[in-house]
């Protein structure tokens, strides 16, 4: 079986800029003999969640950029969120793709849930402290755990401003083995 990851990059950074922490995210992935796809949530149509749970209960199957969405999400065997911090959470395009979690979960001939059971889950994210990122890993495990699927933890740097990760010599090295097993 081919090992594919999938790689959610939630920057709101400039395009062309690469930040903290995609760049070291990329560092986690040159070890990473598997298949990797990397996609990038702000160059993509994210329609806004709408809860129809308790009205229609069940959903369509998305179009679009959604549908590009599930279908990764669904083919991939390891899912990385990719995201900086920001005011202690998900930048908007994330948290909008997880609220999709909930659609997908109650559209007719999708396992979403069956199929997510099988997948490891990781977060790699940089800022200038890492309790401020404690609520965002908090959030991302208790995401793992509400699917049943493998918490594969969290690559933390020191981010802030330019280049400052590189400097972290302890997340570098950490992530040489970070997505390895």
């Known amino acids: ?4 990851t999938l790689f959610l990059v939630a920057t709101a950074r400039e395009s062309g800029h690469l930040g903290n922490t995609e760049w070291l995210a990329r560092q986690a992935a040159a070890a990473l003999p598997a298949e990797q796809q990397w996609l990038r949530l702000a160059k993509m149509q ?8 308790h009205t229609a209960g069940q959903y369509p199957m998305p179009t679009g950029d959604m549908k590009t969405l599930l279908d990764a999400t669904i ?7 990719v995201t900086p911090v920001y005011w202690y959470s998900f930048p908007a395009t994330l948290k909008t793709y997880l609220d999709h979690w909930s659609a997908w979960m109650r559209i007719p001939g ?8 099988k997948k490891t889950l990781s977060l790699i994210t940089t800022s ?7 609520p965002m890993i908090d959030s991302t495990e208790l995401c793992a755990k509400f699917l049943s699927m493998t918490w594969g933890g969290v690559l933390w740097g020191k981010g802030g401003p330019p280049k400052a990760v590189e400097a972290d010599a302890a997340a570098i090295d950490n992530a040489k083995s970070f997505l390895a097993g």
């Open 110 to 117: 999708v396992d979403f849930k069956g199929e997510m059971a």
């Open 128 to 134: 200038g402290d890492r309790a401020k990122a404690q």
């Open 1 to 4: 079986m081919t090992m594919k």
């Open 46 to 53: 994210l329609e806004p969640f709408v809860d129809l749970r």
């Open 75 to 81: 083919a991939c065997n390891n899912l990385v969120l």
